[in-house]
Every structure is written in C-alpha cells, then in structure tokens.
C-alpha cells in the first residue's frame, strides 16, 4: 500500500506542480472576469471549462516530454521504481490535476451562480474520464518523440478545434449513417464534445475508457522497449 501511495505522489511531489497550475487558473479566471465584467458573468464558467481543456493539454504534453529533454529520464526510468510505475505515476498526476482543475472549475460555478449541486459527480467522473483518455493519448505520443510543441500539436490536431471541425462538417455531410456512426465512436470526436458539454454516454464512456486503457498499454510496451 505505501509503495502504492508512492507511485500515485511521485510526480505530484515534484517542486510547483500545485503552485504553478492554481497561478495559471487563477490567471485565467481573472483575465475571463475582466472580459465578463462588462458582460455576461454566468458565461464565465463555461469559457473556463474550454480553456481547462487547454491546460490539461499543456500539462499532458510537458509531463514525460520534459524528462527527456532534461535528461532526468534515466534517473527516473532505471531508479527503485519500474518504467510502468512511472508512467503510472505520469497518469495519476493527470488525474490528480484533472480534479483540481474541476473543483476550481466548480468554486467558479458558485461565485458566478451558476453551480448545480446535482451535477457535481457528474462533471467529476467528466473531468477524470477525459484526463484518463486524453493523458494516455499524450504519454503515447510522449515516448516516441520528447519535443514537447510536437506532442502538444499533435493532441490539439486530433482532439480539439481543427479535427473537431473537420468531424462536424463530416456529420453534416450528405455521408452514410454507418459513416456517421464511426465518426461519432472516434475518441477524437467524443473527448472534447462530451467534455464541453458536461457528460459522456455510457457507450461514449465504455469507448474513451477502452482507447485509454490502449493507448496506455500501448505507452507502457513502448516505453519497457525504448533503449534509456
């Protein structure tokens, strides 16, 4: 169990990781009250939620790219704790900032009064099962290759405005409805539809869950290979 609590902690251990991520939604909240104050303050919520998805990106891309490019990648991959624990380590981190990203997301819901007491485990199980899908697609992406805009590109191409606008366009589209329906499965499409919008169905939940299970054993064999 100690060893377990451990693995969870080891990257959130590490000096600024809850300092420089509260700075940065703090940042942002403040900025959207200046853009809001004239305007609309209930729409701040929302704005936020959008913007999070974008930290969460950042933070994805930079978590094992970074060791890499600052040659701690040695010292963490052959130390007391095996390459799977670490990338364990990596995910749980995720999550860990996916959740303090969502209780920031919900104090913001309360000053602007817009929080929904009924939709508080909901957007929870939204906010993990998006670090989940969305922090392994990244941890993939990550071992292959430790340039950080390469890794962060590459997630915001295939889970964010320009593929979402490419599979929305399809959607309207005269396309067969098996076509449509492929489209609509893609973990590409699902992540950031569902996150926007609050909720994932069940089908929508079993397919991002499965992806990240994948992409993460797909991480974890990759990494178990890659010669550090």
Avoid: W
């Amino acid at each position: 169990m100690e060893r377990v609590l451990k693995i969870i902690t080891l990257d959130i251990r590490k000096k600024g990781f809850f300092k420089n991520l509260l700075i940065c939604l703090f940042a942002v909240a403040c900025i959207l009250f200046l853009i809001c104050a004239k305007g609309e303050v209930q729409a701040m919520p929302k704005m936020m939620l959008q913007i999070i998805s974008y930290i969460l990106l950042v933070i994805f891309s930079f978590s094992l790219t970074q060791e890499f490019s600052n040659k701690t990648d040695k010292m963490i991959f052959t130390g007391v704790f095996s390459r799977i624990e670490i990338m364990l380590s990596k995910l749980s981190s995720f999550i860990i900032a996916a959740i303090v990203c969502f209780a920031f997301y919900e104090i913001l819901s309360i000053a602007c009064n817009t929080f929904n007491s009924k939709m508080l485990l909901n957007n929870l199980y939204v906010f993990i099962v998006y670090a989940f899908t969305l922090g392994t697609f990244e941890l993939l992406i990550s071992v292959f290759t430790s340039n950080f805009l390469l890794v962060g590109i590459i997630g915001y191409v295939l889970y964010f405005d320009l593929m979402l606008a490419l599979l929305n366009q399809a959607l309207g589209s005269g396309r067969s409805e098996a076509v449509k329906h492929v489209i609509r499965s893609l973990p590409f499409y699902i992540a950031n539809t569902g996150f926007y919008s609050g909720g994932y169905t069940t089908n929508q939940s079993v397919i991002m869950i499965c992806c990240g299970v994948l992409f993460l054993i797909a991480a974890c064999a990759v990494i178990n290979r890659k010669d550090i």
